[in-house]
């Protein structure tokens, strides 16, 4: 089947969902409709995609095939699900969802339970990846739901990435993004404290980071933030506040599971530390303003 028989719907179009968007428009994909809380948001991606911007939920589901979800949190995602008067499952059968937000486990299984029951399809394609990344089709996606759902939304999977993990039942994908931003959050918050100290002790930061990145002190965080917390360039591609929320699901996960993770727990209380002075709308790499003299607030 050609990819224009494909039609897609996109639920989300900050920048992540419109880079994603535009993306499948470039690989001949029909993206039928698109839809944000933000209207206006919607209306200008759909402006430049030529396409629709849907003033409600079920509308999106009407004329798609396959709805890409993009959204920011649980709550988000329990109220384009199961939202009263208008959300996605209305008039939903025979559709397949693809979840690509990071929210917890459990609402995962709960939006695959409420899409079986209204005759549809949900997987999960959790993205380890940044926004030009979206743009590019260079996604890391971690998949899971019913395999065969799987295989079939594999041209836009592919379209979207270029490496995907298949690594089971519903939840588990939720599961193991929680695991890979955990640590990428615990990586971010050291590299951080030592670029901190360093600059405190009046070390060359950039000699640092070339020693850094030739000893154990190496990191993929170090690559694509370390500049960026010496330069304080905090442009944001994955935000702070997006930061705290997936190490909090990450810190609940081991809470249930009866597992100790202090360094993750002091990650945690780092991200709501630069909510809390008004940086949560940072790149990730703005932790740094907590660890360097002289930056942040008091």
Do not use: W
């Not at 988000?76 to 009263?84: E, H, L, N, P």
């Amino acid at each position: 089947m050609s990819n224009s028989k494909n039609k897609v719907g996109i639920i989300g179009v900050g920048r992540m969902g419109a880079n994603m968007a535009r993306r499948l428009v470039d690989k001949g994909f029909q993206v039928t409709a698109v839809y944000d809380i933000r209207h206006d948001a919607a209306v200008e991606l759909a402006a430049e995609l030529k396409t629709l911007a849907a003033t409600k939920l079920a509308e999106v589901t009407a004329k798609s095939d396959y709805i890409l979800t993009v959204v920011s949190d649980d709550q988000a995602m329990r109220t384009i699900f199961s939202g009263a008067g208008d959300n996605l499952l209305t008039g939903a059968k025979g559709k397949v969802f693809i979840n690509f937000a990071t929210v917890s486990p459990q609402v995962h299984l709960e939006v695959d339970a409420a899409a079986t029951r209204a005759g549809a399809s949900a997987i999960e394609a959790c993205m380890a990846s940044s926004i030009t990344q979206a743009r590019q089709g260079t996604l890391y996606l971690i998949l899971a739901g019913n395999s065969a759902v799987v295989d079939q939304t594999a041209p836009i999977l592919e379209a979207l990435s270029s490496a995907r993990r298949y690594v089971g039942a519903t939840g588990r994908a939720a599961q193991v993004k929680a695991l890979v931003n955990m640590v990428m959050n615990i990586n971010t918050a050291g590299l951080a404290e030592g670029l901190g100290l360093g600059n405190a002790l009046g070390i060359d930061l950039t000699i640092l980071r070339e020693i850094f990145s030739q000893t154990g002190a190496n990191s993929r965080v170090l690559e694509t933030d370390g500049a960026d917390m010496q330069n304080r360039e905090h442009d944001c591609y994955f935000s702070s506040a997006h930061a705290a929320k997936d190490s909090g699901i990450a810190v609940a996960l081991a809470s249930q599971s009866g597992v100790r993770v202090p360094l993750a727990e002091a990650t945690l209380a780092q991200y709501k530390r630069m909510i809390d002075q008004g940086f949560g709308e940072l790149d990730k790499s703005g932790v740094a303003e907590l660890t360097f003299k002289g930056r942040g607030k008091k």
